[in-house]
């Protein structure tokens, strides 16, 4: 009995091992299917594979032993993922991208090992017109009920048919204190080709490395909705951007925290807002209150984004990852994901728990009048083709 316990033991372990180098590594690779649940050991001695960010035991009844979760960059704590994997057994493979064409441009090439991903808003329209999402059974997501109404049922998902709200903010600009005066109140400051040569002299400039955001700023900066779809208006915007490209530092979407702002590889970068208030909370003095860097949206407006987390259509282990999805809108779940990210929270019951610091802030939530000035991007249809082609002239410029 003990010998066949071990027989059994080094398939799973061999079985596991094997997916998880095909994960994250290879998500083009079939994920397992669901009911490999059943062969994991009932009993103590030898688990299966532990999982990389934690110590997964046993997945409980009726749940996968691995779920391949790809996630934008920095948006998660990862103490959460290995909480999940400790009470319920599942190993979480974890994969970031950076832009939600990105993401597109993934599972357009065929990558289908992917269970749970998270698009913005315009994206989850699109990933569903493409059939690349899974409908989800609200039965399994009970903590739906934790949700502010105003991110429910949006446009872009009736009904929430295939996604539940993850994290909302803004992209603003987020700017050096030491550098700056008075605060860059405006996109004239990144777009405007004077201004822009000062301030790269000054210590760089860094845009976000995405085709919506970066175009959806210039036409902003121009007058225009960031929806536009006029050829003109968006020929327009390319110009803008490429006029002032040979002062852009870098186009950087990822790096935050470790490489761009607080160390002060930049003195200003267009940022979502998350992004630009971790700076902020992280060069803040103690003694004086006064911090390096702060985060404000233009006068001309900008955009404000939804993301959220979906099932792929692909998806083998639809029942796993929409309990995953349900964990994630727990309300102590909820804060601890804004507490990280300092990304704005759609949980109502979340908010009770999230830091003062954060639920107070008008930079991480916006009163009416910064609100009234924000734009959500919008499914473009044909035009993506455009946005496409514009993205690759002014990158190959
Ligand atoms: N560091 C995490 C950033 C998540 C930003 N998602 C929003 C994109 C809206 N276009």
Not at 51 to 60: F, L
Not at 362 to 377: G, M
Request: hydrophobic share 40%; with cysteine.
């Amino acid at each position: 009995m003990k010998k066949q316990l071990w027989i059994v033991n080094l398939i799973l372990l061999l079985a596991l091992g094997l997916s998880a180098c095909g994960g994250a590594a290879a998500p083009e690779q079939q994920a397992p299917a669901e009911s490999q649940q059943a062969a994991a050991p009932a009993e103590g001695g030898d688990q299966p594979a532990q999982a990389e960010s934690g110590d997964a035991a046993a997945p409980k009844e009726g749940l996968a032993a691995e779920l391949s979760v790809y996630n934008w960059a920095d948006y998660i704590d990862e103490e959460i993922l290995k909480n999940y994997e400790k009470e319920h057994g599942v190993k979480i493979v974890y994969d970031t991208f950076a832009s939600n064409e990105d993401l597109l441009a993934k599972l357009q090439a065929g990558a289908t090992g992917y269970d749970v991903i998270f698009p913005s808003d315009y994206m989850v329209a699109q990933m569903i017109e493409l059939g690349l999402l899974a409908e989800i059974d609200h039965n399994n997501i009970p903590n739906l009920k934790n949700m502010d109404p105003f991110f429910l049922n949006a446009p872009y998902d009736p009904d929430n048919k295939h996604c539940v709200p993850y994290q909302w903010g803004t992209t603003g600009i987020a700017y050096s204190t030491k550098t700056f005066d008075t605060p860059p109140d405006s996109w004239s400051y990144l777009f405007d080709p004077e201004q822009a040569k000062k301030w790269a002299e000054a210590g760089g400039i860094n845009v976000l490395n995405d085709q919506r955001e970066l175009l959806g700023a210039a036409l902003k900066y121009l007058g225009y909705s960031l929806n536009s779809k006029d050829e003109k208006q968006l020929e327009e915007a390319k110009n803008v951007i490429v006029a002032v490209k040979p002062y852009i530092k870098t186009f950087n979407s990822e790096d935050y925290d470790d490489s761009l702002l607080i160390p002060g590889e930049v003195v200003i970068s267009q940022a979502w807002s998350g992004d630009g208030f971790k700076a902020v909370l992280e060069t803040t003095d103690e003694a004086t209150g006064e911090s390096e860097w702060d985060y404000i949206i233009p006068k001309e407006g900008a955009m404000v984004w939804q993301d959220n987390g979906c099932v792929t259509a692909t998806s083998q282990k639809k029942a796993t990852a929409e309990h995953f999805l349900n964990y994630l809108l727990d309300a102590e779940v909820g804060a601890a994901i804004t507490n990280y990210t300092y990304y704005a929270s759609p949980n109502e019951a979340a908010k009770q728990y999230i830091t003062k610091e954060v639920l107070e802030d008008p930079r991480i939530y916006p009163p009416e009048e910064t609100l009234a000035k924000l734009e959500w991007a919008e499914q473009l249809g044909e035009t993506i083709f455009v946005y496409d082609r514009l993205w690759t002239e002014i990158k190959s410029q």
